[in-house]
């Protein structure tokens, strides 16, 4: 037996997704139950799953049976056949094991320093007392950061333009339209998908520049960047990557780790600054040295505000799941963002409360999935984490903000949730100069 479903037509069914995907979740979760059958567009064979065992299950099934690769085929055009987000098997297995060193605990804390020098830079030109939205200043500063981590030190010039091209090709996959299959046609470059293409041809002329000039590099000339490591020689031929794999991975890394941790960032000023009691423990915190608390805040915010609403695996067997019998070639999506909001699995969800990340500082992976799990847990997850909590500290600790009283939508940015009004805020001045105190803004 299949689970039921809203019964309109896929087309309709894409646009409610596209149009408001956390009302579109709720709705069918209330309608249907927690495994709830969908139709997006062509995809006709699909279930949203948020019912958490079920969930784990999916993600920590044999990759063998719950393949992920197949679901994200729209990106291959872009990302090319050799990105972790479309490998499987004993290639992503290989690709992840010579990718994860770049982003081990140890050396990600050798990029804090660069990303808070980023970050002081971008604030000192900060509008005072007028409105204006964090997410633009965020965006600017990961895509910098991802850059030289990425990429390393290049000529002026090229990091000029693949920091500008990056979220440019990004605004241009805003659309809806851009990768979706039926659409992929350039037409001259004028479609959303051929302004796409024009965009990935000029990063990958860069990007395979790069590529030679650090194939050649002796190793004390070498950089910290990934990049570098991954054109290292090797010792054994299994740790070799051919250029066209490096620039696929080089590409997924820099959209990836661009767009969801700007996002991330957004999200967590706007949580923080509508919280008082938050923005003022969090302070206290960052003169003692210890950053229990600010870890709380962070996995309080991303759960819940999950950049990823969803994942997906495509069934290669029959699986029974949650009582349901799917064949195989289904497409099963556990959804993030309703396992994070369910009361059963976090009490009072609508609530932000850092504290329950202190009572309980390992959640289960079975239930906190902002980065996924299983096999395809985030290579760059702990980056990530760094990265928002390094800026968080920078910002807060420099900057007097208040949030907009307008209460802040989610809505789809891409393949993310994002705050509608961009986080809108207010400096009201740098601390240290005698400024106003702050004056708290509504919760939610």
């Not at 060193?101 to 050798?110: E, I, L, M, Q, S």
């Not at 659409?183 to 004028?190: A, N, S, V």
Request: hydrophobic fraction near 40%; aromatic fraction near 6%.
């Amino acid at each position: 037996m299949l689970p039921s479903g809203p019964p309109s037509p896929g087309i309709w069914q894409m646009r409610q997704w596209f149009r408001d995907p956390v009302g579109f979740m709720e709705r069918n979760r209330e309608r249907h139950g927690s495994i709830f059958r969908v139709k997006l567009g062509s995809l006709k064979r699909c279930a949203f799953v948020a019912d958490p065992d079920a969930a784990w299950t999916v993600l920590s099934g044999d990759p063998s049976s719950y393949r992920m690769g197949p679901t994200n085929q729209i990106f291959r055009p872009v990302l090319g056949e050799n990105s972790l987000f479309l490998l499987d098997g004993e290639q992503h297995k290989h690709h992840r094991r010579l990718m994860t060193p770049a982003f081990h605990p140890r050396t990600v804390r050798g990029y804090g320093g660069l990303i808070e020098e980023i970050a002081a830079r971008e604030m000192a030109a900060w509008p005072t007392e007028q409105p204006f939205p964090l997410q633009q200043p965020m965006r600017r500063i990961t895509t910098e950061s991802i850059v030289r981590i990425v990429v390393g030190v290049c000529s002026p010039e090229r990091d000029s333009q693949i920091r500008r091209l990056v979220p440019e090709m990004l605004e241009i996959a805003e659309n809806p339209l851009a990768l979706m299959p039926q659409f992929q046609r350039e037409l001259g470059g004028r479609s959303p998908f051929g302004r796409v293409m024009n965009v990935t041809r000029q990063i990958d002329e860069i990007l395979f520049d790069e590529i030679g000039l650090r194939r050649n590099l002796r190793l004390d000339e070498r950089g910290a960047d990934v990049l570098s490591a991954l054109a290292a020689p090797k010792p054994h031929e299994d740790g070799f990557m051919t250029d066209r794999e490096i620039r696929d991975e080089l590409l997924t890394m820099l959209i990836a780790g661009h767009e969801t941790t700007a996002n991330a960032l957004a999200w967590s000023f706007e949580r923080i600054l509508r919280h008082p009691v938050v923005h003022d423990r969090l302070l206290a915190e960052f003169g003692s040295g210890d950053d229990g608390y600010l870890d709380a805040v962070v996995r309080e915010t991303l759960r819940q505000r999950p950049i990823l609403p969803i994942t997906a695996r495509r069934l290669t067997v029959d699986a029974e799941l949650g009582g349901f019998e799917f064949p195989r070639g289904w497409t099963l999506m556990p959804c993030i963002y309703l396992i994070h909001q369910d009361p059963e699995v976090f009490p009072e969800p609508d609530r932000f409360r850092p504290e329950r990340f202190l009572e309980d500082p390992k959640p289960s992976s079975r239930v906190w999935l902002p980065f996924g799990a299983g096999s395809r847990h985030c290579v760059g997850s702990h980056l990530a984490l760094m990265t928002i909590k390094s800026v968080i500290r920078v910002v807060l600790s420099r900057a007097v903000l208040e949030a907009d009283p307008e209460p802040e939508p989610i809505v789809r940015n891409n393949m993310t949730l994002a705050p509608g009004l961009g986080a809108t805020a207010v400096l009201r001045g740098r601390r240290g100069t005698g400024l106003r105190r702050r004056q708290p803004a509504p919760a939610r």
